[in-house]
């Protein structure tokens, strides 16, 4: 599923990185957080697109709102 997320968080269309977001979330919720924090750091911490640390930083919102 990783996989699959990391297309879409450097995604031009932000449609395409909130949908990436919420789905982030909910596998995050189903294998829990800390299997998921090794990509939320990785796509956090990218200096050179801010489209993906938005995306991380929206993960980390949806996981806490879901």
């Known amino acids: 599923m990783v996989c699959v997320l990391r297309r879409n968080v450097n995604n ?10 919420i789905t982030g979330s909910v596998v995050a919720s189903a294998l829990g957080v800390p299997a ?5 750091k990785e796509v956090c ?3 050179d697109s801010w489209h993906a640390r938005h995306t991380g930083v929206k993960t ?5 709102v879901l």
Do not use: M
């Open 12 to 21: 031009e269309d932000e449609d395409e990185r909130d949908l990436a977001a």
């Open 36 to 40: 998921l924090l090794p990509f939320l």
């Open 60 to 64: 980390v919102q949806q996981i806490a």
């Open 45 to 47: 911490e990218r200096e």
